[in-house]
């Protein structure tokens, strides 16, 4: 099948995962996934998952399959993703990559040079040096050994920062890897990435109405279930709601404090798809025109 792969990111609350069955009901598609923290089980309201009506209307691939203790890497997301769009492929449907975590898409799509290095003794080391010492401490170490990945990662972002560190420090020690990582550029594989260019005011308004979905879908328990040793503890809305939940702060403390960290992952995230050359802004009403005219795609076929 020569069809193309069309890869759909966006801010967090800006209408992907609506948009992506939309157009995957038109045009004969399946989702994959390319959200870091919808990966994982069991955490459908704090990472807003596809719903169970959702999943009903379109094959979702890469969505709530791992375990939220497992740790998961740009690179093993490369590796699910090609293959997931293979499978896809083959069965003559059009894949449709949906998420807001650039780093998964980047490293799918080819543009950035991945190191699987693993080293238990050392991730051992750096989860005691996380606990002894801040994020800012992690970030400016990070600095110090790759300041070009630093420069990609926000200080806060404990997970990735100290990933990254991980990979840096074990350059020295675990073998290069043989054999270059298979993404969509190296197997021939046309892409089409649009980034969803939602107004800044409107984007806010559906944060406020998000947070007040979550709240009411049952955040609170959900947290108190997943606690703060999971891998994707750190998902905007855990922390906050942790936080009310022993004692630090009051409803509306935690409700503002979650809409504000909300929004400021969401300008992260317009940053970095702004800064990405292969990013291409759409409004969302054009991303079907843009998908029938980049990729030649047509109508669902019979």
Request: proline content about 6%; overall charge neutral.
């Amino acid at each position: 099948m020569s069809d193309g792969v069309l890869i759909l990111a966006g801010a967090t609350a800006s209408g992907k995962t609506p948009l992506a069955i939309e157009l995957a009901e038109e045009f004969d598609a399946e989702i994959i996934g390319a959200d870091s923290r919808q990966i994982y089980r069991g955490m459908p309201v704090g990472t807003a998952a596809p719903s169970a009506a959702e999943l009903a209307r379109v094959p979702h691939h890469l969505v709530a399959f791992l375990d939220p203790e497992e740790r998961y890497s740009a690179a093993r997301y490369a590796v699910d993703a090609l293959r997931a769009i293979e499978a896809v492929r083959a069965r003559g449907k059009r894949a449709i990559v949906v998420g807001g975590t650039g780093f998964y898409i980047r490293a799918l799509a080819g543009g950035v040079e991945l190191a699987p290095q693993y080293d238990e003794a050392l991730r051992a080391r750096l989860a005691a040096e996380a606990l002894l010492h801040p994020p800012e401490f992690l970030y400016e170490w990070l600095a110090l050994r790759d300041p070009e990945r630093a420069r990609a990662l926000h200080r806060g972002d404990s997970y990735r920062v100290l990933r990254a560190l991980e990979i840096a420090l074990a350059r020295d020690t675990v073998p290069a890897r043989t054999g270059a990582l298979r993404t969509l550029s190296s197997e021939g594989v046309p892409w089409l990435l649009l980034f969803l260019d939602v107004p800044p005011e409107e984007l806010d308004e559906r944060i406020a109405a998000r947070t007040q979905r979550m709240l009411d879908a049952g955040l609170l328990e959900e947290a108190e279930r997943i606690g703060d040793r999971a891998v994707a503890a750190n998902a905007v809305g855990y922390p906050q709601a942790l936080g009310y939940l022993r004692g630090w702060s009051t409803v509306r403390e935690m409700r503002a404090a979650l809409g504000r960290a909300t929004r400021r992952y969401a300008r992260r995230q317009r940053a970095w798809f702004r800064n990405d050359p292969a990013a291409q802004c759409c409004p969302p009403a054009g991303v079907a025109g843009a998908a029938r005219e980049k990729l030649g795609w047509s109508a669902k076929r019979e």
